[in-house]
Antibody, heavy 117, light 112 residues
């Protein structure tokens, strides 16, 4: 069955970078895109960006554009999200989700990123 | 950006009673392929969102048939015919038609 397994929790200082991984299994990785969504404490989900696992094309939300980079490694069926210049308001749970044309059918378990001095 | 507005934000419900959540978008969610990419998710505390409904009215595998989705264009509804204890949590609508994808604020379904 389909699984998306994310890397573990991170604690970072303001100004640092974080890279979260999302390893897919149970399906053909390049047949579906991957979107990244974050959820700040007590808030609703916020879409951050999408990557085509086939072409590597990306689309980013304006709010994080310039600070976020989505990449993928098809040899390991893994997608990555790197966020730079971290601020305290980047503290959130970060999720990857399998994305077929805006339909998010499977989600990772989430990765808590805490930004604190 | 397309703004998704849910109502109510809090929904106290008695077990066995129906529940209904509204989601309205500021633009039509009909895509150029003719499909409407409107999803509904349930999120329980400490868990990832779980998709219940995709493309307005299609129930995901394993989702009880007491859940149903309806609507078109800019106006959508999630209905639960008889609320059970496992249904409590926060429900979000999400549009996947227009970049950037956007979510509603969430509706907290709680015990009355």
């Amino acid at each position: 069955q389909v699984h998306l397994v994310q890397s573990g929790a991170e604690v970072k200082k303001p100004g640092a970078s974080v890279k979260v991984s999302c390893k897919a299994s149970g399906y053909t990785f390049t047949s579906y895109g991957v979107s990244w969504v974050r959820q700040a404490p007590g808030q609703g989900p916020e879409w951050m960006g999408w990557i085509s696992t086939y072409t590597g094309n990306t689309n980013y939300a304006q709010k994080v554009q310039g600070r976020v980079t989505l990449t993928k490694d098809t040899s390991t069926s893994t997608a990555y999200m790197e966020l730079r210049s971290l601020r305290s308001d980047d503290t959130a749970i970060y999720y990857c989700a399998r994305d077929l044309n805006g339909d998010f059918d499977y989600w990772g378990q989430g990765t808590l990123v805490t930004v604190s001095a | 950006d397309v703004v998704m507005t849910q109502s109510p934000l809090s929904l106290p419900v008695t077990l066995g009673q129906p529940a209904s959540i509204s989601c309205r978008s500021t633009q039509s969610l009909v895509y150029s392929d003719g499909d409407t990419y409107l999803n509904w998710f349930q999120q329980r505390p400490g868990q990832s969102p779980r998709r219940l409904i995709y493309k307005v009215s299609n129930r995901d595998s394993g989702v009880p048939d007491r859940f149903s989705g309806s609507g078109s264009g800019t106006d959508f509804t999630l209905k639960i015919s008889r609320v059970e204890a496992e249904d409590f949590g926060v429900y979000y609508c999400m549009q996947g038609t227009h970049w950037p994808y956007t979510f509603g604020q969430g509706t907290k379904l709680e015990i009355k």
